[in-house]
């Protein structure tokens, strides 16, 4: 799906459309639960498109863990999110995610990309490098 994506995203330069469409790949290929943008917007992340039930709008920096990959500047992986201290939990189905930073060509952090999962433990190092590569396919 890698060429796909990219042929999809490369086409287009409008931004909000890259990142719904990036989001609706991302959710129909993989059946994940979840997968959405925040921005980061003064001091809180402000949800963005996504892909998925009704989610919280708002995150504070160095909340959740959204806030805390934002915080760090790099990526978590959660493998049950009821054991991460103050994870906000916007759906009960959530059980594991993984959350990467998202950053300009000017290396400033812009966003973060969270995914959930119905499963536990369902995100490892080998989704975070694919996640991070079809990142940068967005050109933000
Ligand atoms: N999981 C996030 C909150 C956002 S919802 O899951 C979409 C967190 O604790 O940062």
């Known amino acids: 799906m890698q060429p796909q994506l990219h042929a999809l995203l490369i086409g287009e330069e409008d931004k ?4 719904a469409n990036f989001c609706a790949v991302l ?6 639960w979840w997968v959405g943008f925040y921005f980061v917007k003064g001091n809180e992340l402000v949800l963005g498109p996504f892909q998925g039930p009704v989610a919280c709008t708002r995150i504070s920096f160095g909340k959740g863990v959204c806030g805390k990959a934002w915080e760090s500047k790099s990526a978590i992986i959660v493998p049950d999110v009821h054991q991460f201290p103050g994870h906000i939990a916007c ?5 594991s995610e993984i959350v990467l930073p998202v950053f300009s060509a000017q ?3 812009l966003a973060v990309l969270d995914v959930d999962s119905q499963f536990f433990n369902h995100f490892d190092e080998v989704d975070e490098k694919y996640l991070a590569a079809f990142l940068t396919y ?3």
């Open 16 to 19: 909000i459309a890259n990142l």
């Open 27 to 32: 959710k129909e290929a993989f059946q994940w």
């Open 91 to 95: 759906s009960s189905a959530s059980n």
């Open 107 to 109: 290396n400033e952090l």
């Open 138 to 140: 967005l050109a933000l």
